[in-house]
């Protein structure tokens, strides 16, 4: 089920789009590990692509294949070295991740142009156990300028001010309601 993304527009898709842009042009944009070489290559064009007419679920769904078979070599808790299978979920959490996290940038974009200091997190897709952290971040107000510049800086790690949470919480933002 896709995140139900209260503000995904034409505006702010063309948000997300420069956001894109500017992590491709500065070469930060995260690639993950999971995916396969061809994987990296198609990525950038596949967000692109999502940000222009889809969503979390259609990058999902374009990256499905494009993902390595097995995950990086790990130690087990014994000390031997294992290479486990990719996650049957691996496509579902790097495509909402990613195009929450695009989301949200655009969104703080536009909140900023449009004078709005603060956007507000919600639940935009409902999890069987939402984690307690979670639940607490629903309904906080966060400087549109602090997220922005957090999420630009922590492209590959959960950002500090805890929004998006990490993989599966089902949070995202919006325009608070007496600005939407």
Same mark, same amino acid.
Do not use: F, K, M, Y
């Given at each position: 089920m896709p995140f139900d993304y209260k503000?995904?527009?034409d505006r702010t898709r063309a948000f997300m789009l420069a956001e894109i842009d500017l992590d491709?042009?500065?070469n930060s944009l995260y *690639?993950?590990?999971n995916l396969s070489d061809h994987g990296r290559i198609a990525y950038p064009d596949l967000l692109r692509a999502a940000a222009r007419n889809g969503t979390d679920h259609t990058l999902a769904t374009d990256i499905r294949t494009l993902l390595s078979t097995h995950e990086k070599p790990r130690l087990s808790k014994s000390g031997n070295a294992f290479t486990p299978k990719m996650r049957s979920n691996a496509h579902e959490m790097l495509g909402e991740g990613e195009f929450n996290r695009f989301y949200i940038r655009g969104l703080c *974009?536009?909140?900023i142009e449009d004078g709005i200091p603060d956007v507000e997190v919600y639940r935009a897709k409902p999890v069987d156990s939402p984690?307690?952290?979670s639940q607490?971040?629903?309904g906080q107000r966060i400087k549109a300028e602090a997220l922005l510049q957090d999420l630009r800086a922590r492209t590959n790690v959960e950002p500090a001010l805890?929004?998006?949470p990490g993989p599966n919480s089902g949070l995202s933002v919006r325009?608070?309601?007496d600005h939407a």
């Open positions: 503000h995904l527009d491709v042009t500065s *690639l993950s590990e *974009l536009r909140a984690r307690p952290e607490a971040l629903i805890g929004c998006p325009l608070p309601p």
